[in-house]
């Protein structure tokens, strides 16, 4: 039984950083790519950032020059550092794995509040 398990979400003020984890427990074979997603009330769930086994990396707009993803295969682990955080970046964030079979790994979510 896979499992993805998120932590690190929670309420900060604008301006400031926080860093989200996703670890894997169970076993996961041929991930090729982890991700970073958000979905703020009344919106679609989109794309923040994602990198590949190759460490290949690729962000949404919004957040380029503010945010860092970045994996630790050994540990199966796969990290957000997001600076500079504004209002807007208010959503439940999700971390998802991809696999050569085709098979699609979600996390429960974790609540990012950017507030004052």
């Known amino acids: 039984q896979v499992q993805l398990v998120e932590s690190g979400g929670g309420l900060v003020q604008p301006g400031g950083s926080l860093r989200l984890s996703c670890a894997a427990s169970?076993?996961?074979?041929?991930?090729?790519?982890m991700g970073w997603y958000r979905q703020a009330p009344g919106k679609q769930r989109e794309l923040v950032a994602s990198i590949t086994s190759g460490s290949g990396t690729n962000y949404q707009d919004s957040v380029k020059g503010r945010f860092t993803i970045s994996r630790d295969g050994a540990k199966n682990t796969v990290y957000l550092q997001m600076n500079s955080l504004k209002p807007e970046d208010t959503a439940v964030y999700y971390c998802k794995y991809s696999t050569l079979i085709h098979v699609d790994y979600w996390g429960q979510g974790t609540q990012v509040t950017v507030s004052s």
């Open positions: 169970g076993s996961i074979f041929s991930i090729y790519a």
